[in-house]
């Protein structure tokens, strides 16, 4: 089992920057992928951005290429998401996700561990 625990979202002015961290626990953590998706209301859950283990292989989503960094610090079992030149339509509640497949499918239905997920509000 893994545990997923997000945090860092928040209300930002368009342009502006937030940080989400993900903290994970349980077991063989390192056998695992982690990532990013977001759902706004009335959308499908979408992949934002993934990382394995070793930080070596990282995708993003078409979406937020080039706005958004996602990185991991192994130490603390923690995956952070960087998010930059924030848009109103990045306003989604942002969800951490873990699976032992590498890289995390980018198909939400797919994805084994979810987090309880943490809302970003983009204001115009």
């Known amino acids: 089992q893994v545990q997923l625990v997000e945090s860092g979202g928040g209300l930002v002015q368009a342009g502006g920057s937030l940080r989400l961290s993900c903290a994970a626990s349980?077991?063989?953590?390192?056998?695992?992928?982690m990532g990013w998706f977001r759902q706004a209301p009335g959308k499908e859950r979408e992949f934002v951005a993934t990382?394995?283990?070793?930080?070596?292989?990282?995708y993003y989503g078409d979406s937020v290429k080039g706005r958004v960094t996602v990185s991991n610090d192994n130490a603390k079992n923690t995956v952070h998401l960087q998010m930059n030149n924030l848009k109103p339509e990045d306003t989604a509640v942002y969800y951490c996700?873990?699976?032992?497949?590498?890289?995390?499918?980018?198909?939400?239905?797919?994805?084994?561990?979810w987090g309880q997920g943490t809302q970003v509000t983009v204001s115009s």
């Open positions: 990382i394995d283990w070793s930080g070596d292989n990282i």
């Open positions: 349980g077991r063989s953590l390192s056998s695992y992928a």
């Open positions: 996700a873990a699976d032992f497949r590498s890289p995390l499918p980018s198909i939400a239905t797919d994805i084994e561990y």
